[in-house]
Nanobody, 132 residues
Framework: DVQLVESGGGSVQAGGSLRLSCAAS????????IGWVRQAPGKEREGVAY??????????ADSVKGRFTITQENAKDTLFVYLQMNSLKPEDTAMYYC????????????????????????WGQGTQVTVS
């Protein structure tokens, strides 16, 4: 089974930075459309930044372009995906989830913008980011 484990959330003042990490394991070829989704209280889930692991193509929500950067690192049995968040704003406050889909089209077709749960959709437990 695919497992996604996040780390790196916390509290920071506006203008500060945080780096989130996601360790993805349990999928043999490690080809994912994988990235970060956030959900603030009372709001819908929002795709923030995604990367297609095979070629490193990245995708960003307009609200984070120029401030957030998604990168990846391949280890032997684990794919690590990082989200560097700079110039954080109070509106970035949310629970951030690592999420993955095994198809390229999830990235290139824009489906990552409105992420859903379901078969062949993988999610981590989430990490809280609070910006004050």
């Amino acid at each position: 089974d695919v497992q996604l484990v996040e780390s790196g959330g916390g509290s920071v003042q506006a203008g500060g930075s945080l780096r989130l990490s996601c360790a993805a394991s349990g999928y043999a070829d490690k080809r994912f459309c994988i990235g970060w989704v956030r959900q603030a209280p009372g709001k819908e889930r929002e795709g923030v930044a995604y990367i297609y692991s095979e070629d490193g193509t990245t995708f960003y929500a307009d609200s984070v372009k120029g401030r957030f950067t998604i990168t990846q690192e391949n280890a032997k049995d684990t794919l690590f995906v990082y989200l560097q968040m700079n110039s954080l704003k109070p509106e970035d406050t949310a629970m951030y989830y690592c999420a993955a889909d095994p198809t390229r089209s999830y990235c290139t077709g824009g489906y990552w913008r409105q992420p859903v749960m379901g078969p062949n959709k993988y999610w981590g437990q989430g990490t809280q980011v609070t910006v004050s």
